[in-house]
């Protein structure tokens, strides 16, 4: 099978994939908890597999190197997630410290990007939010029938409207905020 593979077979790479699919997808999920991460790794996993299908005939124990391969990719999301979070952590600490330094702004930041997403027009705000869930263009592409380049001019347009909104609020220090999450 992992020579068929290795020729471009895509039937023989289907059915690898339907071979290891729950397995490994157990084994992640049981390590992230999270339906959506666990997709997204285990796609990851099968795209480096396809990417690099002409090495698998030289892999002398395929399972053993697919899990060592899956159990990676899952650390590196992990990884990926704290430093994501270490992120958002520090900069909500720098938020409320200079919050503390100036005076109380008029409207809440969150609020107005909240307003902002609201005025959306509907397919860039899906978009926008599946985006801000953490999903991949591909991922989102896939969600919504889409094809990745749209999911991206979706994207675009979304974040420069919502800029274009922010900046006519009363706050422009929201867009100082705003533009360290782009």
Known sequence: MLQ???QDDERAFSSLFYEYHQQ???FVFSVTRSKELTEEIIQDVFVKLWE????LPAIKNFSAWLFITTRNHTLNAIRKLVQEREKQSALAHHYAQSEENEPVPETDPYALLDNAVDQLPQQQKKVYLLRQQGLKNADVAFQLDLSVNSVKKYQQWAMQTIVKLIKAGPSSGLI???SKFL
Do not use: H, Q, S
């Open 4 to 6: 068929a593979i290795a």
């Open 24 to 26: 490994l997808g157990g």
């Open 52 to 55: 690099n299908r002409k090495e």
């Open 176 to 178: 100082i905020l705003f």
